[in-house]
């Protein structure tokens, strides 16, 4: 194949490719997915041991519920259930549901 054909081929795959790709047709602020970086690596430093400590302490507290209460498996369920539900950590999906919607950062 001559390096005419070549090329035009190389550029109609690039082109096709580029067509074709499902990715989002805009590009990120790299400023702001470097703030979502930093702001969950510091959050989630602080949230995971938190809720490591927090289902701990709701384990035991259930089971010595069950023994105290003479044997309450609802109660002890209930307690159970409330301190393992998600999330686990700071997604991003987390940390914009807690900001909520903010239209002074919406793009025009």
């Keep these: 194949m001559s390096r005419s054909k070549r090329f035009v081929t ?9 067509i074709l790709s499902p990715l989002p ?3 990120a602020d790299p400023i ?3 703030g979502m970086g930093i702001g969950l690596t510091a959050g989630n ?5 938190a809720k490591t ?6 384990l ?6 069950f023994v105290l209460s003479g044997g309450n498996a609802d109660l002890t ?7 393992t539900q998600g ?11 807690a900001i909520g919607e903010r239209p002074e950062l919406q793009k025009k």
């Design 87 to 97: 999330p686990y950590m700071i997604t991003p999906e987390v940390a914009r549901r």
């Design 53 to 58: 400590i927090s289902v701990l302490w709701g």
């Design 77 to 83: 369920a209930q307690i159970w259930n409330d301190v």
């Design 60 to 65: 035991t507290s259930g089971a010595l519920s």
């Design 10 to 18: 190389m550029i109609t795959g690039f082109v096709l490719i580029g």
């Design 25 to 27: 047709l805009k590009a």
């Design 45 to 49: 430093a602080i949230a995971i041991p």
């Design 32 to 34: 702001e997915t470097a």
